[in-house]
């Protein structure tokens, strides 16, 4: 059900594809790429990773008290996220000096983002994947059709700055109706000590997933960032633009495998003490799904992204062509790293995203420092997390053997 209508979702943003890179340059992509590389750090962390720990909860009450302390996480990372962008609107910087105004939105995109996640996890607790397709596939239809509405009129990068938030708060509405009509959500009286109970119990997901989900995600938006102090607007656009086609089918249907085999591994665990079983043939199924479009994109990926997107989005291909080994790698790895958060190796799942982290900062730096090149920045990109990548695929297999 989830990958049928997130599979959907993907070919309508990948077939407007076409269309918006007809209406738009390179160096818009950049601005919302930019500002995108600092919102989703934000989000990321936004509940401090409770929601995980929705999925695995064993009674509804306290599932629901999870989902009441991710509001109260979030409304205190969007006060945070205000401090980064007030900083960034301030920074003194002669990059994307007219846009950075755009960065005192950040408390609204890390709320809206925190408080999705939470509403989604008790959507996937309660098996609505109906619903948690639906929303997928609305989501990608209306930021797809604010794109080309606001193009066509010629609002330049405002229009997929405008687009990106109109998508980012239908999603947040449509959970939100979800949660509050569910026939449980009014009959529980959430009481603070039993929030601060939850949240003492789940505390290695706040202690060590949330760091974790910052470095990761940090060190993602590491070549934006490079690029950025480049005043590389334009490569930031085709490797934001080039990354987001790529990883659309990645995220949609990758994700939605991940939250099938987060449950149906957690039910193996809780059952016979291991989940090998389901890892390998999820392991199997992703590296099937992958492998053609790996093999088609390092052969023929600047024709067609010529083809597709227009003659001055050629070089968006040369970047395709360089992250797809990566993107495979991410496909086949992301969900089934979930067996992390399942056996609660919270700990090594944080000094990974560091030694990440570090590998990746330092691959660029050197690139940077010895080369000064733009795309070499996405090379030592691709190569650092590729390997890590694989590191994270041999430690989830080795623990969804013996977990205990």
């Not at 470095?215 to 960032?225: D, H, K, T, W």
């Not at 449950?263 to 992958?290: H, M, P, Q, S």
Request: proline share 3%; aromatic share 12%.
């Amino acid at each position: 059900m989830l990958s049928s209508g997130q599979t959907l979702a993907a070919l309508i943003s990948i077939g407007a594809a076409p269309i918006l890179g007809r209406l738009y340059q390179p160096a818009e992509y950049g601005v919302l790429g930019s500002y995108m590389a600092v919102a989703s750090v934000l989000s990321g962390i936004g509940n401090w990773q409770y929601s995980q720990a929705v999925i695995v909860e064993d009674r509804e009450n306290k599932a629901h008290t999870l989902v009441h302390l991710c509001v109260v996480t979030t409304l205190i990372t969007s006060l945070l996220s205000a401090v980064v962008g007030t900083a960034i609107y301030l920074y003194p910087t002669t990059s994307f000096q007219a846009e950075r105004s755009w960065f005192l939105l950040l408390p609204l995109t890390t709320l809206m983002g925190g408080v999705t996640a939470a509403w989604s996890a008790m959507a996937n607790r309660r098996r609505l994947y109906r619903f948690m397709a639906a929303t997928h596939l609305a989501s990608v239809v209306i930021t797809v059709c604010s794109s080309i509405a606001f193009g066509i009129a010629g609002f330049g990068y405002v229009g997929l700055l405008v687009a990106y938030l109109v998508g980012a708060t239908a999603t947040c509405l449509i959970h939100a109706s979800m949660y509050f009509t569910l026939p449980d959500c009014k009959k529980i009286k959430v009481a603070r000590r039993r929030m601060v109970v939850m949240a003492f119990k789940h505390r290695d997901f706040a202690f060590f997933s949330t760091p974790s989900a910052f470095v990761g995600n940090f060190a993602s938006q590491l070549p934006i960032y490079a690029l950025g102090l480049q005043t590389a607007t334009g490569m930031i656009g085709l490797f934001s633009r080039a990354r987001q086609l790529l990883s659309l089918p990645i995220t949609l249907v990758g994700g939605s495998i991940a939250q099938v085999f987060q449950r149906r591994a957690a039910a193996d665990y809780a059952e016979i003490g291991n989940c090998e079983a389901v890892f390998r043939k999820t392991f199997w199924t992703l590296l099937g799904l992958g492998l053609g479009p790996t093999l088609l994109l390092a052969i023929s990926s600047p024709w067609l992204f010529e083809t597709f997107l227009g003659a001055h989005w050629r070089p968006a291909g040369e970047v395709a062509r360089v992250l797809a080994p990566m993107l495979l790698l991410r496909l086949v790895s992301s969900p089934l790293s979930t067996v992390f958060y399942i056996c609660g190796a919270q700990r090594e799942d944080f000094l990974l995203s560091v030694a990440g982290l570090l590998l990746t900062a330092i691959a660029i730096w050197l690139t940077v420092v010895t080369f000064r090149s733009t795309k070499g920045v996405v090379v030592a990109f691709s190569a650092s997390y590729s390997l890590l990548y694989f590191t994270y695929l041999w430690r989830s297999y080795e623990l969804s053997k013996n977990v205990e």
